[in-house]
């Protein structure tokens, strides 16, 4: 059983940066692929940005490229996603999650792929 507990969400205005932090139990970490998801009211989740267990590939979706970095420290089993020139409609409740784990090589890139799930954090950014 893997547990992650997400950090680092709050209120920032638009232009701003902020940094989520996702914690991972289990011995398996550096094996899974591991994926930032984001949900906004009335929308269906989304990945936003995933990262192979070796950190060799990464995904963003289009709507963060260039603005989001993915990242992930296998020796203190957490995933970062650093967010930088936060738009209003980047407001939502973003979740860390973590894939079977597998080659280190690779990014989960759909969202059945992912098994453990933490609760979320929350990302209001004002205009």
């Known amino acids: 059983q893997v547990q992650l507990v997400e950090s680092g969400g709050g209120l920032v205005q638009a232009g701003g940066s902020v940094r989520l932090s996702c914690a991972a139990s289990?011995?398996?970490?550096?094996?899974?692929?591991m994926g930032w998801f984001r949900q906004a009211p009335g929308r269906e989740r989304e990945l936003v940005a995933g990262?192979?267990?070796?950190?060799?590939?990464?995904y963003y979706t289009d709507s963060v490229k260039g603005r989001f970095t993915i990242s992930r420290d296998n020796a203190r089993n957490t995933v970062y996603l650093q967010m930088n020139s936060l738009k209003p409609e980047d407001t939502a409740l973003y979740y860390c999650?973590?894939?079977?784990?597998?080659?280190?090589?690779?990014?989960?890139?759909?969202?059945?792929?992912?098994?453990?799930w933490g609760q979320g954090t929350q990302v209001t950014v004002s205009s």
């Open positions: 999650a973590a894939a079977r784990p597998g080659s280190t090589l690779r990014v989960a890139t759909r969202s059945d792929e992912y098994i453990y």
């Open positions: 289990g011995r398996t970490f550096r094996s899974s692929p």
């Open positions: 990262i192979s267990g070796s950190e060799v590939s990464t």
